[in-house]
């Protein structure tokens, strides 16, 4: 299941741009402006909550693919010198607080009843950490591979993105486990570590929330 081919590192950051569901968008994580060390407003836990239940609510009535950033890792930009794909260890990876969240994302949708279809996940170790302590199991997609500081190919990865959406049977739901500048490429606007973005079949952004309510 897991594939492995040396890539070089990927990772980071353009600015946000506001969506559709404006009451979903908007407003930063509590916690992973907490964990990334950036101040301003603070969504509430219940703002949270409720913007987490509303994302799965309409991914049930609508399905498709909810991209989740990998969840949050210890500092650092990018990966280490000597970063090989296949080899945890030379990688920046979650740290404790990730690796709990991907958890409670989890077991949250264990609680509301909900597994999806399918779990596709970056190559890179945090992304399939977080996919395996949150769903248990996931296949590689290297469609969803970081592109950052010009890795990968860019425009081939977001149109084999568009084309998976596209085909997807209606009702079907799918996570995606992936890195910022993947979601971004595709619906323009910014993740926190550990964020998901319910997006439809033209690849357009649906709700988004913090998956660890």
Known sequence: MNTTSKLPAAHHETPMVCTS???LLGQWPAAALAL???SGV???????????????????????????????????????????LGQCRTQ?????AGKQASQDFGAWLQAQNFKPDAVLSSQWCRCQDTARLAFGQFEDWPALNSTFAGQGD?????????????????GRTEVWVTHQVIMTGLTGAYPSMGEGFLVDRQGRLVARAELAP
């Open 21 to 23: 569901r404006r009451r």
């Open 36 to 38: 990334m060390g950036i």
């Open 42 to 84: 603070v969504q509430a836990q219940p703002e949270r909550k409720s913007a987490a239940a509303e994302l799965l609510r309409l991914w049930r009535q609508s399905g498709g693919a909810l991209l989740i950033r990998h969840a949050a890792t210890e500092a650092g930009l990018g990966d280490p010198a000597g970063f090989t």
């Open 92 to 96: 920046r990876n979650l740290s404790d």
């Open 154 to 170: 860019p425009a081939a990865q977001q149109k084999a993105l568009l084309a998976r959406l596209r085909g997807l049977p209606k």
